[in-house]
DNA sequence: CAAACGCTGTGAAATCTGTCACGATTCTCC
DNA sequence: GGAGAATCGTGACAGATTTCACAGCGTTTG
């Protein structure tokens, strides 16, 4: 049996894959994917696996026939119709959220108890009367609900889904459904999201030092033969700092023996090799350039930046792997550093 | 180490036993509290074990004190203030959600780019520019971000939130984001949720029949046999039924040997002893009446309704179990023969 | 006052979930 | 055409999570 995870990822690939379609992606590694998905590559081959789709050796996936086949897995094949119960800020944020997409999932009515909303259209969606949902939705055969009601009236609200036909249900109401078991539902609980994030938030100090267990030894001139020795790929380099990368590097993975930061472009041209990977302030088309002239396989911006879609595009065209990190140049070199240390004594 | 799931357990247990406490239950057991939050006994005693909190044998969990210390665990020491960014419909929204509530958590500051809403208020909580936010939520101290933004700005929004000292994130984007790992980030991802509820309701059907695959001998005779050696309680019957229990039944649990379907009174004075189960359609203080004169100790109303206070009333003073299961009278019954007989043969 | 009962706390088993490692396969390059 | 490199598919493994099962203890009952 396939577990309820594995199907939410699934739903991610596809969204992932979709967008990475329209970039014009032909094909893709389940490494790649994984990067993408914040998940392991493994996780990724596995997943794929279960759904039956084969990639091929060194192509990889193809993106269109990937889509397609977890389309076929989660159903593709007609498409569902949800009910929305509960027409408030919540239930009209679910409406807007799905206005537009165009999957195989629709919202295609909306019900709740205030007659001033009865009969409107929200968001494109028709909103009637509560009084019209049992008939309604066991005549339209809907077996998906979006539950956006008050807590108090989550039960009542969901045995009369199940009642009319209701097969699986997803709650925002702050309280456990009693259902039958073999009905699914999937609970939004914000407030429990919110408490667990507040836990974590306070225990996120004690945690990160933790985490960060390296002692800091001073062997900083290693660090050049560590990453010679190293054969991790930038882009694996990236996962572990926290970096996203922005476009891709050349084909057959990005290999660096050095690391250069800083922002002056004169120290660059001295410094940088075809081997540099550039860690810089300076988001600029500027420092594309010069990247290019010392065939500089790779930059790493900082502090979260999003580089304008010109730089975007002229790394592209280069073949430049542009990575932005979150953290500044600093934190980003520590933890660069911290990784090559922890990787090498390992 | 804490898990995630046990920290999101603790968030509900706290909301149900405070619910509870505003009834005025003052003692709970791990089975009670287990029903209500539809969860397994021995999954309530570990979590509660976990934050050293200790019940007494035959009283359970003070629930005054229980409260206390889930509290004091997840962290009411000091309130943690939260920040907001995307008030869009979904930041509204969230920002209802917690308008009331006066948690340890406070969602204090709202950002957005639109200028519109900018330096006004929103369900009580000050809007200010986006350009603000990286300064405002680092001297504000704020460590947990709710993300509500579009799904192209999330990464952008969430590596300025770190970069300010967030620790915590909330996001609603249907994105991944790549952080530091040290950061904590829920996903709560609406479409995931709304195509993982799809595949379910799909197989459904499949899967309930499968669940159900006892064989239906015609052993209806045995029913009563099968109850008498079962020393199931009804609360647990409850449970594996999907009915939900309204007012509880007479301390020491609940003993039936017979189950009774009907709605004529004239019938139920001829067939209710007391230890008969009576199922019925009728959700009326009648009902409830002869329930009493014939000393019946539980009564399942059906189709899910929602008894009318004053039934409730009578049937908490009487100490009658009350049940709702949401299925009819028919499924209801099936249901609890299934269960029966695959109880008897395990 | 002793025996029986029912609940909690917790070690141990079972189950679920994700990761690793390695053979199989395909493509590239010489 | 064959060696080599890189990737996929998958059995085996490790870790996390949940459930089971029973000892221990307070309460009730005869």
Sequence with gaps: MVSRKTVARMSRYRRLLASLHDEGVESIYSHQLARHAVVSAAQVRRDLMVIGYSGSPNRGYDVGACIESIGSFLGASDRQDVALVGVGNLGRAVLAHFAGESAAVAIVAAFDIDPDLTEHSVHGCRCFHASRMESLVRDLGIEIAVLTVPGDAAQATADTLVRAGVKSIISFAPVPLHLPNDIFVEYMDITAALESAAFFARLGGRDAAEAGDGE??????????LLARSNMK????????????????????TEVTRIYAGDRVSDLLNEATDKTLLVSNLASVQMLRVAELMDVPGICFVNGVEPEPEVVELARTNGTLLLVSPAGVFETCGLIYAHLAGDARS
Tied chains: 1, 2.
């Design 216 to 225: 800091i030894e001073p062997m900083v001139k290693k660090l050049e033969s």
């Design 234 to 253: 930038l882009e694996d380099l990236a996962e572990n700092i926290g970096a996203r990368v922005i476009t891709p590097g050349r084909p057959g993975g």
